[in-house]
Structures are given as C-alpha cells and as structure tokens.
C-alpha cells in the first residue's frame, strides 16, 4: 500500500504548515514474507528478461551516459519487484536505496529486536546485481516505532534509544553502504531563516527533538561515524529547492562543519513538479556547493498534476519530460559536487505518487518522453524549444479606489472589472470565482464572489477549505522563488486568514460572507512599497474547492501549476488604473 492521496498536494501544504504531508499509516512497512518472495521471483527472473521481446532493451543507459558525472539510482521497493523491474535496474542504474524496509519501524519495530532479514536479502541483491546501497534512514518522524523517544520528560533514555538504534543497525550494515541518509527532514515546513542565523529554531518538533531537543542531530551523526567510519553521512529533506528552506539547510550544515559534527554530504530530495522551473534546484545547488560536503538528489520525481486521462497523453509527456530536461541540464552544471541521483522509483504504476505519473517509465515499462529527456537534456530542450512557453500570461486592471473593508460589498466596487478565476488546475473541475480589484496609494483590495453550494471547512489543513488564496509578486519580478515582495494570502469561507510566505506587512485583513449559492470574501493587502497609477503587478487569485474534508478542486485566475505557493513565475499581472 502506498502514500498516494495523502501526498498528491504535499508539497503544496509543506510551505503551509501541515503537518503529516509526506505521510501515510504505519501499514506501509513491508514485511519479511514480501521480500523474500521478491529474492525468490528476481533470481528466477534475469533470464527471462533477456528473451523478452521488450522495447527497453533497446534504449541508451542512463548509469552509462551519466558514468562520469554521478551514479544514477531507483529505489528497492521490496514488495514490487519483478523480473521488468530488475531488468531496468540492471540496464539503467548503478546504485539503490530501500524505500521502506531500513526505516526505524523497519529494523527495530520491537525496541531491543532488530529485523535485518528483508535487508540483507537486499545487500545480497544488490552484490548480484553490482549495484551500490543507499542506507534510509536512522532518524526520522516518520515510519518509527512510537516506543522511541517516547517519554519527552526522559532525555538520558531518548539518547540511549537514538544511540542504540544507530549502532545497532549501521554497526550491522558497516562496509556494506555508501552512505547512510543518518536524519530525514528535521527541517519544519514554511520556515525561513531567522534574523539572528539560528536554524534551530527551525527544527520540526519531532520525537527526538522533544526528548533531546536539537543536539540530537549532532549526536546522530555522532552515533553514525563511529558505528561506520567510512560510510557518507547524510542529512536529507525534500523542498531544498525552496530558497528559505535551502537557507535554513545551508546554515545548518555550515554549522555542523564549524563545529566538527561528522557530515558529509547533504541529500535534496527532489519531490517535484511539472512545470517549476529549476532555478529552485540551481539555487540549492549553488548555495551546498560553497560547503565542504557532497550533494545527492536522493528521491527525484517530477508529477504532473491533473492529467486528463489514465495515463499521459503526449502532449502532458512533453511537458513533463521539459521539467525533467530542466533539472538534468541544472544537475549536469554542478556534476563537479553532485554524487548520486537517484529516482524515487522506475515505473509510475508503483510510485508512492503513481497518480500523477512522476517516473521515467509508464506502467508497462515502456519510457516515456522523460526518458529520452533525461539521456539528452540539451538535445530535447533544443528539439521541444517551442513547446518551452508556458500558458499565456493573463492580465486585468485593479482600479482606483478605496472600499470600506467589512464584507460588505461597498457601491464602489461596481467600478471594477471582472476577473475570472476559472483555470482549472487538476482533473476534477470544481468551484470558480470571479474577483475584483481596486487600489490605492496603500493597499491593494480583492473581492471574490465563489460559487459553490457545499461548503466545507473541516479538514484539518487549511488549504483543504472552501477558500481564497491571493498571491501578489509586488515588483512582478517573476522569480523562481519567494522575494521579499512577494507573498501568499488565505482566507476560508468562514473567514479564518492564513499565510504562506509573506513580507509580514501589518493590516492585512479580510471577511467572508456566505451568500446564495456560494460566498464572497473581501480582503485588504498593503503594499510594502510605493505603487501609482500603470504600476503592473504580479498577481493570481485560487479557489479550493473543499468536499468531505478534503480538497478536491484547485481554481486560478492565471497561474495553472499548482506552484504559485513557492513561485511568482507564473503568475498574471494587474494593472493600477485610474
Ligand atoms: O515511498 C515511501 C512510501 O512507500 C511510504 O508510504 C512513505 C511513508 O512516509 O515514505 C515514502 O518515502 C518517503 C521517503 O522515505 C522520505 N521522503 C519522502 C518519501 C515520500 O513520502
């Protein structure tokens, strides 16, 4: 089973502040009986393979074209595996990481009883198969057993957990890894960097920090060296392609390195999207490579959200396969610092997000476009260089006028145009929204009437309610991140404000009113510096679309990624008339 509903919008909450966005259930752990009967059916399988009349048998090699800029790596998804699946690995790829089975609830569910069965048949595998292992991972909270670092009130214990868990289980594993991902995602959601470089203030509030408080990554990775000198230790988190969230990682390692904490590498991870441009991932890459340390993409996928059908067609392939270009033309520029990059699977039927179709080959083992990108990301940017342009720009004015903000909807905005918000972002196509703008020396005002005849504010996200996003780039720098002038504003149908990342500015207020049909919300947003009339802003408005607690449909004015919470690049504008 795997982490598919939960995770298909996760990245889009991490910068929000949910909680449990790369989750699923404890049930997901594969058991020894699994993967016993995957070492069984692949020493069977290899020769099968060969006389399959199989079209990847014709295709270049990836672990060959990249051999002398990084390893390239796929998952050992110990449940899944067949003959198709070795068969690629064998022709495509040098290296493998476990997806589930050396996580903590893995290899010491029992505290005291240690599983190491199912991995070791792996490490056997993989000998046989002269691919290279990837430990993930020590300390995570996640897919850990909850007698860890339970009593928060009982620091010695919690120590004495992290340290026995991390001996133990890398001590068992010693010689055999090339390195070992030793923490996962300590770095809280939509944070950045305070004033004062302090990036402990940042750490997720997770059972280790609870128990030991934020030393207990140095001591990780303390407890790591001396159970397997010679094996890479890791530090490894998704978003890094989130310049606050790059910020707070890079300030961390500097840290660890000043102080002598043995790291040695740092693991972006790569959850991705069709469509972001990869001046996010550049920026990552430039900023670790000021570090003593190496770098590894260590769990890369690229989704496409709301594909029309059940499978991609060719069009939504190119797009997809553009992003994947993207990034390996990125990668390629900083091979001098990038060891490993690894896939977070091979096929998209057996993805953790296999609903939109974020893997090099389709369910039936055929590659697809993002293949071929892959093998010759500057020969197919160049070959798709008119398929490069984004949808077009949609532009509106905001006219000039002051409303008394109350959710009441003044006289004076009769004197604003329409703006629709109807780009319909994913597959299911539910509620719009038309907006209307007025400006004045101090503030930008919206006002959203909705239609929508469920409403529905009970899930515990906030981005799940019925609710209006606003997301204003003030210079319409259209940046590949977050800039100081550029933020992100929610309202819900009952009127509950919430932000993403956002200039902070006081007087940000705004009211809902349900109405007929639907509702309406009215909002004020200051601007942080000095607009008059034909200033053009960046600017796009979102319906979510919420039913039975979860949300189901993603409206915009222009932007038709569901990126805008991490990038202004697509944004549409909005002109200040008189
Ligand atoms: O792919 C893994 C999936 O099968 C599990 O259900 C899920 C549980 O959280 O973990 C997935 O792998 C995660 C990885 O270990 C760490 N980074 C995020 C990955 C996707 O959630």
Redesign the pocket.
């Known amino acids: 089973m ?2 598919k509903k939960l ?1 298909a919008v996760a990245l889009t909450l991490c910068m929000l502040g949910a909680t449990g966005c ?3 259930s404890k049930n ?1 752990t594969t058991t020894s009986t699994e993967a016993t009967t995957v070492a069984e059916t692949t020493e069977a399988s290899a020769t099968d393979v060969a006389t399959t009349d199989d079209a990847t048998a014709e295709i270049p090699s990836l672990k060959e074209i990249y051999k002398d800029d990084f390893l390239i790596g796929t998952i050992y998804a110990e449940g899944s595996l067949n003959e198709k699946d070795v068969a690629l690995m064998d022709s495509q790829f040098n290296v493998i990481t476990p ?2 089975i050396m ?1 903590p609830e893995g290899m010491q569910n029992v505290e005291g009883t240690f599983t190491y069965t199912s991995a070791d048949k792996m490490i056997e595998f993989a000998n046989e198969h002269n691919l290279k292992v990837v430990g ?2 020590l300390a995570w909270h ?2 850990s057993p909850s007698w860890m670092a339970q009593d928060k009130n009982d620091r010695d214990k919690a120590i004495e957990q992290l340290k026995s868990h991390i001996t133990n289980v890398a001590g068992h594993y010693k010689g055999k890894l090339i390195s070992w991902d030793v923490v ?2 300590a770095i809280e959601d939509g944070v950045s960097l305070p004033a004062d470089g302090d990036w402990t203030k940042c750490l997720r509030k997770n059972q280790w920090y609870n128990a030991i408080g934020p030393e207990y990554l140095a001591m990780a990775f303390q407890f790591a060296r001396e159970a397997d000198p010679d094996c890479k230790l890791y530090y490894n988190d ?1 978003n890094l392609e989130l310049q606050q969230k790059a910020d707070v990682a890079y300030a961390m390692l500097k840290d660890f390195l000043e102080q002598g904490v043995p790291i040695d590498g740092i693991g972006i ?1 790569g ?1 991705m999207q069709t469509g972001v441009p990869a001046g996010g991932l550049d920026y990552a890459l430039s900023r670790f490579s000021e570090l003593d340390i190496e770098i590894s993409v260590t ?1 890369l996928d690229v989704t496409y959200n709301g594909a029309a059908g059940p499978s991609l067609t060719e069009e939504e392939q190119v797009k997809q396969a553009i992003t994947y270009a993207q990034i390996f033309k990125t990668l390629k520029n900083h091979s001098d610092k990038v060891e490993r990059v690894t896939f ?1 699977g091979t096929v998209d039927s057996q993805s ?1 997000r296999g609903e939109s179709f974020p893997l090099l080959f389709d369910s039936l083992y055929q590659p697809k476009e993002a293949f071929y990108a892959v093998a010759d990301p500057e020969g197919y940017l160049e070959k798709h260089a008119e398929d490069l342009g984004v949808m077009p720009t949609v532009e509106a004015n905001a006219t000039y006028g002051t409303p008394t903000v109350d959710g009441e909807e003044d006289e004076i905005w009769k004197d604003a145009e329409d703006i629709k918000i109807n780009r319909q972002v994913m597959a299911w196509e539910g509620a719009t929204g038309t907006a209307k703008a007025l400006w004045d020396e101090n503030n930008l005002y919206i006002l959203v009437h909705v239609k929508d005849d469920a409403l529905d504010a009970t899930a515990e996200n906030a981005y799940e309610h019925d609710s209006i996003e606003l997301f204003v780039d003030e210079d319409n720098g259209k940046t590949a991140s977050y800039g100081a002038d550029d933020g992100q504003y929610r309202i819900d149908v009952n009127g509950e404000i919430t932000f993403g990342t956002y200039p902070g500015q006081d007087g940000v207020k705004g009211f809902a009113v349900k109405e007929d049909g639907g509702y309406r919300i009215e909002m004020v947003i200051p601007f942080t510096a000095p607009v008059t009339e034909n200033t053009v802003i960046g600017f796009d408005a979102q319906v979510n679309d919420a039913k039975d607690g979860a949300r189901i449909s993603v409206a915009k004015f222009c932007d038709s990624t569901d990126n805008s919470y991490m990038t202004t690049e697509n944004f549409g504008t909005l002109k200040l008339v008189k």
């Open positions: 795997r982490a995770c790369q989750g699923s997901d997806e589930n996580k993930h991972n996640q897919q996962n995602e998704y991870q959850h769990e977070w953790w």
